[in-house]
């Protein structure tokens, strides 16, 4: 299971990497195995601003709809126009070309409200199906 | 003997099963109903057999008067249309008509392929994008383009044209009280000049009273202020009229019944919703779509299916489940079978006779047609009488008038709203118009109408 | 496999070319002539500027083209259905001949009342039937079709709240996690917010999280009785009176109708309305997909609201259309009079039925789904082991755990020459797959249904990757429904307009 060490996590399975005061939000490896193939992706507008934890976006695979939550607060500086040509980069590159958004943080303190990676492979290790 | 004439269980059945259930009786399984609501008497007449059933619903038919058993002139979204024999033979075939919605593409080909050949010829026909698998009928149509307009713009104000037909403008009024719509209802000329703040513009053409209208400018005037313009048409109109992909129409609904379908007192129809591509994420209903199976071969399955309610749930783009997908299959029989030369014919004869008969009317003493200009193949008759008198006084001479135009709802119109297709008889027309002639003027035709 | 005829224009190889690469310019049928005037009196700017390209082929090409596709659909008439929530009961043929009789089929809906007195008397004696069945007082025959009655009933609700003072503060649906997915949807339609309550080791409604999710701010509950798991609610009039104590009302979706005529009434345990799936209950065809039709029956205190007009029998035995009994009536929900052609079906099942033909049919469809479901249960999870009514829920989760999910032994069901059931479906139940035989299979289907579901256990038991692959004897094989959804084909273009 990958889980990179260099990012910050939400409990809803999204990451961020933060550089200066932008941070790359996507969903985790995890996220994309148990959705299984994507094959829709919708993104705030640019120009938009979103509170942490409220809706980001939808990632749909044929039979699910997921609600993508911002792991962060402030606006869209960048929305990935090459990962809503081909949803396939989110389960192919989750944490490279498959990544949502761009967001001009509002509150750089909110970053370390979010997991840790060990804390988030303990987190999936819990909620993990049995067996799945 | 079975109480059921469709059950196949013999009594030894029924002991095998209930012994390997391990119970001896079935009352044993229905400990989890309340015992004082346990069996109830209903008062239901007792059971009959097929020819006692098929003796009393022929009773029933008889008295009923079926269109064509006189002259006939009723139609708006419904109408008597020529069906060829083909297209009950084919479409109400078992395999077709007893099939569920396909869960299961593997072994629902015919069902799927046919709806995805509906959805391709109907696009074609209104030179659309997107068509889906099919709505209840028009006028819930209508409410869920609406609906889709909100979603789509986050407004909440849906103006719609008075001349659309009335069933739908009332049953867009009920879906309205669902999420606390605003319907605002003007004249089509006033249409443009009311798109400020509004989710859509709702348009007619031809419209309720047969009217042609120019919905290019209501297009124009939606899109200037970040509005929809959702276009009601019919299919035949479409074989001869701009379709409403060529006028700016957004989305596009009607009512598909005239496609094969029989009028059967109301239903059940075809809602057709039509939309442009990149609206079709909001689009309600199932979608077909075109892919492949393991071995490359072609096959169709049920698409873009995280709008619906069975993945989406309270967030779905509707709760539609059940849709008229038989009906779908009818009208793509019926569009095969008459092709482009057919259906073209089936829509003129109704404009030649349509026109012919409001000449002879409009030579007779009094009467006027329509007011509004150019017409399609219905047309609003108004004479010195009051309509509701005239229509009674038809009735009477065994004539199906027409609608009712002041009394079903369209504002300042009054007269019979006469509709003619490629079934309207010279004899029917002679008919309408010795009846008017007597009852309006009190004498026999001029001789110069004819 | 039937390869394109020559000149058709697509490279895949295909089950059946499209009517569109059958055609040739020219090639026309003559079912109607005549019309070429009409052009001419259309104003100029109006006409239709394109040539419509409609496929050109003869009535033997669509009559060959359509047997083929019949040929490659499953359906009640070719085999067992057993999908779950569905009742793919036996549609019996008299139904649809009656409904084709001209004094029926050839009515148009503005008819006036006096000309079709036989189609009023038949949807008057329908509408009785109907509210007897059920055990409530009122009914309208609108809806089209089940998702649309519970709109219907939300809007009825939405309304009565209304009238009584409380349209505002009254904003909240609850709906049990094992509902259809129409429910929550059809509540949000109108506006409500949806609470999910859980259910509980039984497969009931959990009442203690109903009575904590019960506030002045309830609209009411959405309640499938018997539920999608094919459970009668154990504590049915607890659950009922709960949600009248907190001033709400009890939706019943009428969807598992089929358990339950003439053996308990929705309306004597406590509920205020219920729709019927006539397309399920009373044997309507379904078509792949619909017309359904959905009359919703209420108790009187919601018969003001319904939507109009009813039939009513006047002193002298005539019928008239009416809406005098729903004086704050919430207005048409479609138009004219609902699925006639579909009601005219239902109505000639019931009176072939009759009272004593109804109460076995229920009494067989409880038989047989406990019959099936005791065959199983030893080698596949029952979800919830206590009688069912007409339809169970097995769970395939063990089977998964060696190799082969729901959908395998689904697929695997297709190359055993059955429809396979529901599956995935209540989403409460891991690997679900939801069974409902009905009333009208022989034991003998039965048998061989069971049978073949023991098979496909042995083979998850012994070998399961192969199942991954199945079906391999169904017209085709597993279809892509990711590049499907990915890049949506939605219409044939012609091959010069990409």
């Known amino acids: 299971m990958s889980v990179p060490d260099d990012l910050r996590y939400s409990k809803e399975h999204e990451w961020v990497r933060v550089n200066g005061d932008v941070a790359t939000v996507g969903i985790t490896h995890f996220a994309q195995e148990q959705l299984g193939d994507v094959v829709f992706v919708e993104l705030p507008d640019q120009g938009a601003s979103v509170r942490q934890f409220s809706s980001l976006g939808v990632v749909e695979s044929v039979k699910a709809a997921s609600d993508v939550y911002a792991p962060v607060s402030g606006e869209i500086v960048e929305r990935n126009a090459q990962v809503v040509e081909k949803p396939e980069l989110v389960n192919q590159e989750p944490y490279g070309n498959g990544w949502l958004v761009k967001v001009r943080l509002t509150d750089t303190a909110e970053v370390g409200t979010l997991l840790s990676p060990a804390d988030y492979r303990a987190h999936i290790g819990e909620t993990a199906p049995s067996g799945a | ?450 | 496999m039937r390869l394109p005829a020559s000149g058709a224009t697509t490279a895949a190889p295909v089950l059946e070319p499209l009517l569109f690469e059958l055609e040739r310019e020219g090639r026309a049928g003559r079912h109607v002539r005549g019309g070429e005037n009409a052009d001419a009196l259309i104003p100029a700017g109006f006409r239709r500027g394109e040539p419509l390209r409609l496929p050109q082929v003869t009535e033997s090409q669509v009559v060959r083209h359509y047997m083929h596709l019949s040929e490659v659909n499953y359906s009640v008439d070719t085999g067992m259905y057993p999908l779950g929530s569905c009742t793919m009961k036996y549609n019996p043929k008299v139904n649809d001949r009656v409904a084709a009789l001209p004094g029926l089929a050839d009515l148009h809906p503005r008819q006036d009342d006096a000309s079709v007195q036989g189609a009023l008397a038949l949807l008057w004696e329908l509408e009785r039937m109907l509210v007897k069945i059920t055990g409530m007082d009122a009914a309208t025959l609108q809806p089209a079709a089940g998702a649309h009655a519970e709109f219907t009933a939300m809007l009825v609700f939405k309304a009565y709240h209304a009238w009584r003072g409380e349209g505002a503060t009254r904003r909240r649906m609850i709906v049990p996690d094992s509902a259809h997915g129409t429910n929550p949807a059809s509540a949000a339609m109108c506006g409500f917010e949806v609470t999910t309550v859980k259910s509980d080791a039984r497969g009931n409604i959990d009442l203690d999280a109903l009575t904590a999710a019960l506030g002045p701010d309830v609209v009411g509950l959405m309640l499938t009785n018997p539920n999608t798991l094919g459970l009668f609610e154990e504590r049915v009039r607890a659950v009922c009176d709960a949600v009248h104590a907190a001033g709400g009302l009890v939706y019943g979706d009428g969807a598992n109708m089929n358990a339950l005529l003439g053996l308990t009434r929705p309306g004597d345990l406590g509920l205020d309305c219920i729709h019927i799936n006539v397309h399920k209950t009373f044997s309507t065809p379904h078509g792949g997909g619909g017309p359904g039709a959905g009359p919703l029956c209420v108790k009187e205190r919601l018969r003001p609201f319904l939507p109009g007009p009813g039939v009513v029998r006047e002193a002298d035995g005539t019928f008239r259309r009416s809406s005098d009994d729903r004086p704050r009536s919430i207005g048409r929900v479609r138009s004219f009079f609902g699925s006639f052609g579909v009601l005219v079906r239902a109505y000639a099942y019931m009176r072939t039925l009759g009272e004593e033909g109804m109460v076995e049919t229920s009494e067989d469809a409880i038989l047989a789904a406990n019959y099936l479901a005791a065959r199983l249960k030893g080698r596949y999870a029952l979800a919830y082991d206590r009688p069912c009514m007409h339809e169970f829920v097995l769970s395939a989760a063990a089977q998964k755990k060696k190799g082969a999910a729901a959908l395998d032994i689904a697929k695997a069901l297709i190359d055993e020459g059955f429809h396979p059931s529901s599956v995935y479906f209540p989403l409460i139940v891991p690997e679900a797959m939801m069974i409902e035989p009905t009333e009208t299979e022989p034991k003998e289907t039965l048998d061989a249904f069971a049978d073949a579901l023991l098979r496909i256990a042995d083979r998850v038991e012994s070998d399961p990757a192969p199942l991954h692959d199945a079906p391999l004897t169904a017209p085709l094989r597993r279809l892509d429904e990711v590049t499907a959804a990915r890049h949506p084909v939605l219409r044939w273009k012609p091959p010069s307009r990409p």
């Open chain 2, 1 to 450: 003997m079975n109480r059921n004439p469709y059950s196949p269980h013999t009594e030894a059945d029924r002991r095998e099963m209930l012994a390997a259930i391990g119970v001896s009786s079935v009352d044993d399984l229905l400990g989890a109903i309340p015992a004082d609501a346990r069996r109830p008497a209903l008062g239901l007449p007792a059971g009959m057999s097929e020819a006692e059933v098929q003796s009393h619903l022929a009773s029933l038919a008889a008295r009923d008067r079926p269109a064509g058993a006189g002259p006939f002139f009723l139609g708006g979204p419904v109408q008597r249309r020529y069906i060829p024999a083909a297209v009950p033979a084919l479409a109400y075939r078992g395999e077709f008509l007893t099939a569920y919605t396909p869960y299961q593409p593997e072994i629902s080909q015919g069902t799927l392929q046919s709806v995805f050949e509906y959805q391709s010829l109907m696009s074609e026909l209104l030179a659309m994008d997107v068509v889906n698998s099919s709505m209840y009928e028009g006028a819930s149509a209508v409410a869920e383009a609406a609906l889709m307009a909100v979603r789509l713009t986050g407004r909440k104000r849906v103006v719609v044209a008075t001349e659309v037909y009335y069933q739908y403008r009332e049953t867009l009024r009920t879906y309205a009280r669902g999420p606390e719509l605003e319907i605002v209802e003007v004249a089509t000329r006033d249409l443009a000049p009311s798109a400020a703040g509004a989710a859509c513009l709702i348009v007619q053409h031809p419209d309720a009273l047969g009217t042609l209208v120019d919905v290019r400018p209501v297009a124009d005037a939606a899109h200037a202020a970040g509005a929809l313009c959702v276009q009601v048409t019919e299919p035949h109109a479409c074989a001869l009229l701009e379709p409403p992909g060529k006028l700016g129409a957004d989305i596009v609904v009607g009512e598909g019944q005239p496609l094969g379908i029989p009028m059967s007192f109301g239903g059940p129809y075809l809602g057709i919703i039509a939309c442009r591509d990149a609206l079709v994420r909001q689009l309600p209903g199932r979608i077909v779509g075109e892919t492949r199976d393991a071995n490359g071969t072609r096959g169709f399955v049920n698409t873009l299916q995280t709008r619906e309610q069975h993945i989406r749930r309270e967030k779905a783009t509707s709760n539609i489940c059940t849709n008229e997908a038989i009906a779908a299959i009818v009208a793509s029989v019926y569009l095969a079978l008459m092709g482009p030369r057919g259906l073209r014919a089936a829509a003129g004869l109704g404009v030649e006779r349509a026109h012919r008969l409001a000449e002879r009317l409009s030579a007779l003493e009094g009467c006027r047609i329509g007011d509004e200009g150019p017409f399609f193949d219905r047309f609003l008759l108004a004479t010195p009488l009051d309509e509701r008198t005239l229509h009674d006084a038809l009735e009477l001479d065994g004539i199906e008038a027409g609608g009712v135009a002041g009394a079903d709802g369209y504002p300042g119109r009054s007269g019979l709203v006469v509709q003619c297709t490629e079934m309207t008889t010279e004899a029917e027309m002679d008919a309408l118009v010795r009846g008017v002639t007597r009852i309006v003027t009190g004498s026999g035709e001029k001789a110069a109408a004819g």
